[in-house]
């Protein structure tokens, strides 16, 4: 059973930066996707970002290119979410997640629907103005 944990949220002024860390285990760091969503209160999950391995793919939500990047630790079992440029509409629960399949993730989309696959519990970020 896969389980992740995520960590590093917290309250910060627009402009400023985060890393949010996820810590994965019951899963093998080989050919795999994994990625991070968040949801705003109100709003629908928003997949913002993933990686699959088997090609390097990488995707990013519009409202977060040249802002975020996503990495992976294959050696520790981590991954992480540098944000930088924080804006108060990145305001959300930030989620790191396995999708059930891998195909859920490539270069032009992130699927986060239903079905999607394994979260963790989330970790707040707020951005004020």
């Known amino acids: 059973e896969v389980q992740l944990v995520e960590s590093g949220g917290g309250l910060v002024q627009a402009g400023g930066s985060l890393r949010l860390s996820c810590v994965v285990s019951?899963?093998?760091?080989?050919?795999?996707?994994i990625g991070w969503f968040r949801q705003a209160p109100g709003k629908e999950r928003e997949g913002v970002s993933c990686i699959r391995s088997s090609d390097g793919s990488t995707y990013y939500t519009e409202s977060v290119k040249g802002r975020f990047t996503i990495s992976v630790d294959n050696t520790k079992n981590m991954m992480y979410l540098q944000m930088n440029s924080l804006k108060p509409e990145d305001t959300a629960v930030y989620y790191c997640?396995?999708?059930?399949?891998?195909?859920?993730?490539?270069?032009?989309?992130?699927?986060?629907?239903?079905?999607?696959?394994?979260w963790g519990q989330g970790t707040q970020v707020t951005v004020s103005s």
């Open positions: 019951g899963f093998t760091f080989d050919d795999y996707a």
């Open positions: 997640a396995v999708p059930a399949f891998r195909s859920y993730c490539s270069g032009s989309h992130f699927y986060t629907g239903p079905d999607f696959g394994s």
